[in-house]
C-alpha cells in the first residue's frame, strides 16, 4: 500500500480545497485508497468559468512563444516524472505499468507537439474578386473550452484536449472523470509548474453534476467531451441549445476482419493486443473478430491458448499482462455482456469465468466468445472490457457488409496480404480510422484521431485537425 493523496481543484491558479468526501480506489486492490477528493458542483464550476474568463484576454494576447515554452517545458517535467505519473495512473486505473508508463509519455509528447503548434497558427492571403483589395484570414482563439474526460486514458485525453485548446489561446475548465481525478490532477500541478499563468486551466472534481454545470454555464465557449454514447448525446443537446462549439469522441464497436490469406500467427497477435490489452478498455478495441471460414478455426484455437496464457493481476506487479476493470460497474459489464451472448448462442472458448484473486480487485477474466452472429447485442453494443466475439464469414464482401453493419464507427481493421482487399477496405469501411495489419486501438498522437456515424461528432481532435475546434477564422478584407 503506498500513500492515500488530497485532492483540490484548481481555480485561478490555486489549490481549493473541499470536504474530501469522495475517494478514488485502486482497483487492483480495493483496500488502498489512492486519493480522497472533494466533491465540487455548480459553484465551483462557476468560480472556474470565472477564472477562465479573466484570464483569456491576457493568455489570447500572449505571444505564441510563451504558449510554446509552457506546453514545452511541461512535456519535459512530465516525461522526467513518467515512471512515478504512470505508476499512480496504474495504481488509479488499473492499467500495467508499462501501459502507465506509456501512456504519461504519450501525454507528454502530445503537450511537445502542440507547443510547437503555437508557433504554427495557420492564416492565408487570398485573392479578392475586387482590385485593390486584399483578403487575410486569421485563426483566433475562441474563448472558454469545457473539457469532459473519461477514465480509460486518464492522462493522455486531458492532454490532448489541454494542449491544442491553451495553444492556440483559450482557456479551460477541465472535469476528469470519477474514477481517476488524481492522475489528472497531476498532469495540471505540472502545467502551472511550468509556468502557465493563474486561469488558463482550471480544474474542478467531481461528478456528473460538474460536467452538467459546464455544459449549462453560458461562459463556456465550447465542448469537448469524451465517454460513453448516451452521456455524449445529451452534452451535444445542452451545448447547442446554447450554441456553444462541441466535439464528441464516443464508443466504438471495432470490427477486425482476417482474410483467408493472412498468416495467422500475426493476425493472432493483432487481435490479442486490439481486444485485450488495457483490459479491453479502449474506443478503439478489436470487439468483433469477422474471421473468414478458411482460417477461422485455426485463428480461434490459436487466440483461445493466447488468451488463457494471459497474465491477469494487480496492475503494479511487473509479471501482470493485463490489469483488472476500472470500477466495480466496470467489472460487471462485462460479465453481463459475456451472459448476454451465451443467452444469444454464442460458444465461450475460453474465459467467462468469475475471478477470484488473493486480494479485493475488479478483476475479470479475458474472455473469447466464438459463434456469435453479426446481429446479436454481444456484437452491436459497446462492452468496453477484456471481451472479444468472432463471426464466421465466407468472403471479403461479407466480411465488409458486417464490419460497416453498426451504429458505430471508430476504428476498423483488416489483416490481409492482398492489397486488392486492403486498398477496397480503406476506401469502403465506414469508420473514421482503418488499420491494415495492424491493430485497431494504439494510435500515433500527431494525427486527426475521430470517428464516423455515432462514435463521434464534430470536428476532429489531435494532430493538425484540433485547429479546426480550438479556433476561429476571421476573415479580413483591406483596401489601400
Ligand atoms: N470513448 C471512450 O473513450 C470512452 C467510452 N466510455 C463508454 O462509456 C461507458 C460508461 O463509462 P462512464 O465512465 O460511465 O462514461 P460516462 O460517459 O458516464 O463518463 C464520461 C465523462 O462524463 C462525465 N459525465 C457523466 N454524466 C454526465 C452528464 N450528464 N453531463 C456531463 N458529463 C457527465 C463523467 O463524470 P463521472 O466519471 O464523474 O461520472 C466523465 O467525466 C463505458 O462502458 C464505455 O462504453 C467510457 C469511457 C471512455
Ligand atoms: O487506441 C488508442 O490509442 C486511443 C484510444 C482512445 O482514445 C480511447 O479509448 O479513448
Given at each position: 500500500?503506498?500513500?492515500?493523496?488530497?485532492?483540490?481543484?484548481?481555480?485561478?491558479?490555486?489549490?481549493?480545497?473541499?470536504?474530501?468526501?469522495?475517494?478514488?480506489?485502486?482497483?487492483?486492490?480495493?483496500?488502498?485508497?489512492?486519493?480522497?477528493?472533494?466533491?465540487?458542483?455548480?459553484?465551483?464550476?462557476?468560480?472556474?468559468?470565472?477564472?477562465?474568463?479573466?484570464?483569456?484576454?491576457?493568455?489570447?494576447?500572449?505571444?505564441p512563444e510563451v504558449r510554446f515554452d509552457v506546453?514545452?517545458?511541461?512535456?519535459?517535467?512530465?516525461?522526467?516524472?513518467?515512471?512515478?505519473?504512470?505508476?499512480?495512473?496504474?495504481?488509479?486505473?488499473?492499467?500495467?505499468?508499462?501501459?502507465?508508463?506509456?501512456?504519461?509519455?504519450?501525454?507528454?509528447r502530445v503537450l511537445k507537439y502542440f507547443a510547437g503548434e503555437a508557433l504554427r497558427v495557420h492564416g492565408q492571403n487570398l485573392a479578392s474578386t475586387r482590385p485593390g483589395v486584399e483578403i487575410q484570414t486569421y485563426r483566433q482563439p475562441v474563448g472558454v473550452f469545457g473539457l469532459i474526460t473519461p477514465w480509460n486514458f486518464p492522462i493522455a485525453i486531458p492532454a490532448w484536449k489541454i494542449a491544442p485548446a491553451i495553444a492556440f489561446g483559450n482557456t479551460v475548465v477541465i472535469k476528469p472523470?470519477?474514477?481517476?481525478?488524481?492522475?489528472?490532477?497531476?498532469?495540471?500541478?505540472?502545467?502551472?509548474?511550468?509556468?502557465?499563468?493563474?486561469?488558463?486551466?482550471?480544474?474542478?472534481?467531481?461528478?456528473?453534476?460538474?460536467?452538467?454545470?459546464?455544459?449549462?454555464?453560458?461562459?463556456?465557449?465550447?465542448?469537448?467531451?469524451?465517454?460513453?454514447?448516451?452521456?455524449?448525446?445529451?452534452?451535444?443537446?445542452?451545448?447547442?441549445?446554447?450554441?456553444?462549439?462541441?466535439?464528441?469522441?464516443?464508443?466504438?464497436?471495432?470490427?477486425?476482419?482476417?482474410?483467408?490469406?493472412?498468416?495467422?500467427?500475426?493476425?493472432?497477435?493483432?487481435?490479442?493486443?486490439?481486444?485485450?490489452?488495457?483490459?479491453?478498455?479502449?474506443?478503439?478495441?478489436?470487439?468483433?473478430?469477422?474471421?473468414?471460414?478458411?482460417?477461422?478455426?485455426?485463428?480461434?484455437?490459436?487466440?483461445?491458448?493466447?488468451v488463457a496464457a494471459l497474465r491477469v493481476g494487480d496492475a503494479l506487479d511487473p509479471n501482470t499482462q493485463m490489469g483488472p476493470a476500472v470500477t466495480e460497474a466496470q467489472r460487471d459489464v462485462s460479465y453481463n455482456y459475456i451472459d448476454i451472448a451465451k443467452d444469444g448462442g454464442g460458444r465461450i472458448v475460453t474465459g467467462g469465468e468469475r475471478l477470484k484473486f488473493d486480494k479485493p480487485g475488479w478483476y475479470v477474466q479475458p474472455t473469447l466468445i466464438a459463434d456469435t452472429l453479426p446481429d446479436a447485442r454481444i456484437n452491436t453494443e459497446e462492452v468496453f472490457g477484456p471481451v472479444a466475439s468472432t463471426i464466421r464469414v465466407a468472403s471479403y464482401e461479407e466480411a465488409l457488409a458486417v464490419a460497416n453493419g453498426v451504429e458505430f464507427g471508430l476504428s476498423a481493421g483488416i489483416v490481409t496480404q492482398s492489397l486488392k482487399y486492403a486498398r477496397d477496405f480503406q476506401r469502403n469501411a465506414k469508420a473514421g480510422m482503418t488499420m491494415v495489419n495492424l491493430a485497431t486501438a494504439g494510435v500515433d498522437y500527431h494525427v486527426p484521431f475521430g470517428g464516423t456515424k455515432k462514435s463521434s461528432y464534430g470536428p476532429r481532435e489531435q494532430g493538425f485537425a484540433a485547429v479546426e475546434f480550438y479556433t476561429q477564422i476571421k476573415t479580413s478584407y483591406s483596401a489601400s
Open positions: 500500500m503506498t500513500d492515500t493523496l488530497e485532492l483540490s481543484h484548481w481555480i485561478g491558479g490555486e489549490k481549493v480545497g473541499g470536504d474530501l468526501s469522495g475517494e478514488s480506489l485502486n482497483p487492483s486492490d480495493t483496500r488502498d485508497v489512492v486519493a480522497r477528493t472533494p466533491k465540487g458542483g455548480a459553484a465551483e464550476v462557476d468560480q472556474a468559468v470565472q477564472a477562465a474568463r479573466a484570464a483569456f484576454p491576457g493568455w489570447a494576447d500572449a505571444s506546453l514545452d517545458r511541461a512535456g519535459s517535467l512530465l516525461m522526467e516524472r513518467a515512471p512515478q505519473i504512470g505508476r499512480l495512473l496504474s495504481r488509479e486505473e488499473g492499467k500495467t505499468l508499462p501501459e502507465g508508463i506509456g501512456e504519461t509519455m504519450r501525454a507528454a472523470a470519477g474514477p481517476t481525478p488524481a492522475t489528472a490532477e497531476a498532469l495540471i500541478a505540472i502545467l502551472h509548474e511550468a509556468g502557465l499563468p493563474k486561469g488558463v486551466v482550471n480544474l474542478v472534481i467531481g461528478d456528473g453534476d460538474v460536467g452538467r454545470a459546464i455544459v449549462a454555464h453560458p461562459g463556456v465557449d465550447g465542448i469537448s467531451f469524451t465517454g460513453s454514447q448516451g452521456v455524449g448525446a445529451g452534452v451535444a443537446e445542452g451545448a447547442m441549445k446554447r450554441q456553444a462549439r462541441v466535439q464528441l469522441e464516443m464508443g466504438g464497436k471495432n470490427p477486425l476482419i482476417v482474410l483467408d490469406d493472412a498468416n495467422l500467427e500475426r493476425a493472432v497477435n493483432i487481435a490479442l493486443d486490439g481486444s485485450f490489452f488495457a483490459t479491453g478498455q479502449r474506443c478503439t478495441a478489436s470487439s468483433r473478430l469477422i474471421v473468414q471460414d478458411g482460417i477461422h478455426d485455426r485463428f480461434v484455437a490459436l487466440l483461445a491458448e493466447k
